[in-house]
């Protein structure tokens, strides 16, 4: 039986990839900052029959990464699959975003993904596990009311990238997807700007808003049997949003 590590578990795109992946069989760790909401999801999934254990962290900080996994461990015996997915960053005008805001937005999205790839990764090569890390769209399609997220996106991208090399000399798949507007809270803020749902999805150029649940779906085909000659892969899951190459 699997066991997968979730970052960000606590709502949105990481609890919809956490209900899947215990939905499909896995043993899921949750992390996240918000106990309560980790617990909530917890129960979702014992109450499906599933098994779960939540580690309530802040990945932002140095060492919660390697504790996470030493409670990984501790609770399941090893780590098959890690979805580095927390990490949200501030929107805005440049010029009034700070270095405070900034190093926030690296802080979780990036160096916590690094330093959770780091410390579990022994454990993937151990079992051919598959680490797969979570996005966005504003990493190839920037924007500038979102300078911050779409840096550290790219960064996630380039990353991925490097990672997947590294992946085919240890036996470890490495996949990335970046989701484009997807329905979670963040999604109804910039909503209530505009007077329909229609209206935003117009402006924005694509065919619907996603759901939490598409992108779990794709997650749970990629590291699945069915996914795995995905290597080094990026896929834009965005409804048309990213109309580059």
Do not use: C
Request: glycine fraction near 12%; aromatic fraction near 6%; proline fraction near 3%.
């Amino acid at each position: 039986m699997k066991t997968a590590i979730v970052s960000g578990a606590s709502r949105g795109i990481g609890r919809a990839i956490a209900l899947r992946l215990a939905r499909d069989g896995a043993l899921v760790v949750l992390s996240a900052r918000d106990e309560a909401a980790l617990e909530a999801v917890r129960g979702e999934i014992v109450g499906q029959s599933g098994a779960a254990s939540i580690f309530p962290a802040d990945l932002r900080l140095p060492d919660s990464p390697g504790r996470l996994v030493e409670h990984a461990l501790k609770q399941f015996g090893r780590i098959d699959v890690v979805v580095n997915n927390a990490g949200a960053t501030r929107r805005g005008d440049f010029l009034e975003l700070t270095d405070d805001d900034w190093a926030d937005g690296y802080a979780l999205k990036l160096f916590g993904a690094v330093r959770l790839t780091r410390a579990t990764w022994p454990h993937l090569k151990a079992t051919g596990g598959s680490l797969l890390n979570i996005a966005g769209v504003g990493g190839r399609t920037p924007g500038a009311e979102f300078t911050i997220g779409g840096s550290v996106n790219a960064a996630l991208l380039s990353f991925s990238k490097a990672m997947a090399e590294v992946g085919l000399r240890d036996g470890v798949q490495v996949n990335l997807v970046n989701p484009g507007t997807i329905r979670t809270e963040r999604f109804a803020k910039r909503l209530a700007s505009f007077a329909s749902e229609q209206e935003f999805v117009t402006a924005l150029g694509v065919t619907k808003i996603g759901e939490p649940e598409d992108v779990a779906n794709l997650v749970a085909y990629i590291t699945g049997p069915e996914g795995r000659f995905l290597h080094g892969a990026l896929i834009d899951l965005d409804g048309g949003a990213t109309k580059t190459v």
